[in-house]
């Protein structure tokens, strides 16, 4: 079907910076929007950025001014850039894509996470 491949985590001093990137492979026609949620310990899973297909955005509250995201169409990608990083970001940090796949068939893909750790 369709898996969702995630890179770039890592460990960061705060203040630093890191580039995530996602992307979608398989019987895909087309991926609508793609987001990034990240999930702290003990803590739910959150929405951080959206993208639409036609490349509207929408960011929460605590990452605006700081994190971009931004997609290749061309290449089904979505990336996270992340700037002026704090011990709050740290989590793990999901892909998400609504795809249209197979024969006439949309859903929402995962995945499998990355390790953010924003610490001196």
């Known amino acids: 079907q369709v898996q969702l491949v995630e890179s770039g985590g890592d460990l960061v001093q705060p203040g630093g910076s890191l580039r995530l990137s996602c992307a979608a492979s398989?019987?895909?026609?087309?991926?609508?929007?793609m987001g990034w949620y990240r999930q702290a310990p003990g803590k739910e899973r959150e929405l951080v950025a959206v993208?639409?297909?036609?490349?509207?955005?929408s960011y929460a509250d605590s990452v605006k001014g700081r994190f971009t995201i931004s997609r290749d169409n061309a290449e089904n990608t979505v990336y996270l850039q992340m700037n002026s990083l704090k011990p709050e970001d740290t989590a793990v940090y999901y892909c998400?894509?609504?795809?249209?796949?197979?024969?006439?068939?949309?859903?929402?893909?995962w995945g499998q996470g990355t390790q953010v750790t924003v610490a001196s």
């Open positions: 398989g019987n895909i026609f087309s991926v609508n929007d």
């Open positions: 998400n894509a609504n795809v249209d796949f197979s024969f006439r068939r949309r859903g929402d893909f």
């Open positions: 993208i639409s297909s036609d490349g509207s955005t």
